[in-house]
Structure formats: structure tokens, C-alpha cells
């Protein structure tokens, strides 16, 4: 490399790197909203996402569930657990969740867009970051058959990722309707993304529990929760250590959200999970994605597929070109 090109590489990783600083305002948010992240480990900031991007949205959810569209293959398509034991076939009232939408792109707008992104800057690095998308979800909460199915456990995302550091990843969470308690709208225990990633595995609910929704173990159901009730558009940012869950949907109609994780990508790092209860769930992650050789782009060698492949796969890049970190 040119002495000068590797020059640029030096200063362009050293204007990106050193965390957040949560003792000036962002691009977008003020001091007192950065600081209110940083004590809390969510905010939610109204108007977000606008009426006709959010229409764009629920329009393409119904493409693909009527199959007038077809999904990318990537894309997993998932149905309630109450459904999905009746056998019911997969159609815009029995999906629950389209996840892994980085190869559609209408979706992918949302991950895009550049109120959201800026906030994300604000969040977990600054202006010049480089940001990649690593999980994205359009979940469509069914109303509850009465088995409480509809619920999401409390849990941390955290116990999903194999990156760190946890401060430098965020959700963005947006409400594509009016969002309530009575409709399942989010609830978060506040501070508690500045605690310890704990042991998840899977409720004991008498309904049955979605594939992969876990739940903090010991989990004190008197724990000081918020319920974060939203207007279409609004958005939610939160820490990926944050306790946070949903109520059953007690309402007639669906509820949508759409959501994306975002990491720094100049600053995160892949790490080894062996040894701790996350081995466990990259294990059955891995098992997944190996049964299914049709949506994924496996190597010839299977051993090459570990917990870190299956995040590299289904990450993406917004707005840079870099290949060497998440
Ligand atoms: O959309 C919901 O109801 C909850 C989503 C959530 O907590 C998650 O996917 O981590």
C-alpha cells in the first residue's frame, strides 16, 4: 500500500473510533437525550419514520404474504406458534415475523434512512461512524388466540450477538401503527442495560413460546417496568442489554413493528462465546441455518459454519463498503 493510502486508512480508523462522548450533544439528539440513553438504555423519539414510508412497508408485508412478491431467499418467514400447531398455512394473519430482510429492498429502506441513522450515530459512535445492519425483523403481532402466545418474554438481545462491545450496538424499534398496552406495545426495565448479560433459555408457558424467544432466567417479575406506547412513526432506540419484552395483543387487529440492530462497525468485534450459555444458542442457530442449504450460501467445508458465519452472512453494510469487521 501507498505510504500516503495507508495513511488515510490510519486517520479515516482514528476519526471513527473512541466510543460515544456523553458529555457533548449529537448531530440530531441534544445532550439531555443522549444523556437520558445513556442513564436508561432506551429513548423513544416521535416521528421517526414517515406515514408514506410505513404505508411502503405494510404494503410489501402483504406482497410477500399473498406471494405477489417474492421474498429473497435469505428471508425467513415465521408463524405464530398458536398457528403453526393447527398446521395453518403461512398467509398475512398467521406470519408472525419476516426476519433477515437485508436482501429486499424495500424493507431495507428503513435500515437506510437517514433520520434513523443519524440518531444511531448519535448513539453508538459519531457522525463519520460506519454503521452495518445486523438483524432485521417486521414483526406482526397476531391477536391472541387466548394462549398468550403473542407475548415476547423479557429478555436482552444481547443473548443473541457475538459481537461486542454491547454499548456500541442499538436497536432501532419502530411502531408502523398505533402502539399500546392493549395491542402488546414494548415494556423495558430502565437502567438495567448497565448490568450483566444473563443466562436465557426458554419460558414455561403452558400456550406454548415462538421458535427462539427466550427469556431472562431469573427474572423478578417486580422489576420497575415501563410500557413504551407509541404513534405510528415513532421510534425506539434501545441498549441490547436492556430487559425488554411485549404483552399479549388483547386487540382484534395486527400489530407491526419494524425494527433493525445496528453495530459500529469501525469499533465492534466478533468474540468467542464458547464456554458461556450463548455457545449453546449459537449452536441451535447454526443447526437452523444448516438445514436449510436453499436459503443460505454455505461453504463447501460445513465447519466454516460457526456462530460469527451466520451473523457475517446476514449482516449488511449501510452506506459503506467495508468488508473486514462485522
Ligand atoms: O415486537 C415485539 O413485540 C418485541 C420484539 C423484541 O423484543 C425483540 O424482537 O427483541
Given at each position: 500500500m501507498l505510504r500516503s493510502a495507508r495513511f488515510l486508512v490510519v486517520l479515516q480508523s482514528k476519526r471513527n473510533a473512541g466510543g460515544v462522548n456523553w458529555s457533548i450533544p449529537g448531530k440530531v439528539l441534544s445532550l439531555e437525550q443522549k444523556q437520558f440513553y445513556n442513564k436508561n438504555g432506551f429513548i423513544m423519539i416521535k416521528n421517526c419514520v414517515s406515514q408514506e414510508d410505513l404505508a411502503k412497508y405494510t404494503t410489501r408485508f402483504n406482497e410477500i404474504c399473498k406471494k405477489t412478491v417474492k421474498p429473497p431467499k435469505t428471508m425467513l418467514i415465521m408463524k405464530d406458534v398458536s398457528f403453526a400447531k393447527q398446521g395453518k398455512k403461512k398467509n398475512h394473519a398467521t406470519i408472525t415475523k419476516l426476519q433477515d430482510f437485508g436482501d429486499e429492498p424495500v424493507l431495507f429502506s428503513y435500515c437506510e434512512n437517514l433520520k434513523i441513522t443519524d440518531i444511531v450515530r448519535d448513539l453508538i459512535g459519531n457522525p463519520q461512524t460506519n454503521i452495518q445492519a445486523m438483524h432485521t425483523m417486521l414483526i406482526n403481532k397476531p391477536p391472541d388466540t387466548g394462549k398468550l402466545t403473542s407475548r415476547h418474554p423479557m429478555?436482552?438481545?444481547?443473548?443473541?450477538?457475538?459481537?461486542?462491545?454491547?454499548?456500541?450496538t442499538i436497536c432501532a424499534w419502530t411502531a408502523m401503527e398505533k402502539i399500546t398496552r392493549k395491542n402488546g406495545c414494548l415494556t423495558v426495565v430502565p437502567g438495567?442495560?448497565?448490568?450483566k448479560l444473563m443466562e436465557h433459555g426458554y419460558p414455561d408457558w403452558e400456550g406454548g413460546v415462538n421458535?427462539?424467544?427466550?427469556?431472562?432466567?431469573?427474572?423478578?417479575?417486580?422489576?420497575p417496568r415501563e410500557y413504551v406506547e407509541m404513534d405510528a412513526g415513532d421510534t425506539v432506540f434501545f441498549h441490547p442489554k436492556l430487559f425488554h419484552g411485549s404483552g399479549a395483543n388483547r386487540s382484534s387487529g395486527f400489530r407491526k413493528a419494524i425494527s433493525c440492530h445496528y453495530a459500529n462497525y469501525d469499533e465492534s468485534k466478533y468474540i468467542d462465546v464458547s464456554g458461556t450459555f450463548q455457545e449453546k444458542l449459537g449452536k441451535q442457530i447454526v443447526d437452523l441455518i444448516l438445514k436449510h442449504p436453499e436459503r443460505y450460501d454455505l461453504p463447501?467445508?460445513?465447519?466454516?459454519?460457526?456462530f460469527e458465519w451466520t451473523w457475517r452472512f446476514r449482516s449488511r453494510p449501510v452506506g459503506h463498503k467495508g468488508k473486514d469487521n462485522l
Open positions: 429478555h436482552q438481545d444481547l443473548t443473541y450477538f457475538p459481537w461486542r462491545p454491547s454499548d456500541l438495567t442495560h448497565k448490568g421458535e427462539a424467544y427466550y427469556a431472562i432466567k431469573d427474572y423478578d417479575v417486580n422489576s463447501e467445508d460445513k465447519e466454516k459454519v460457526d
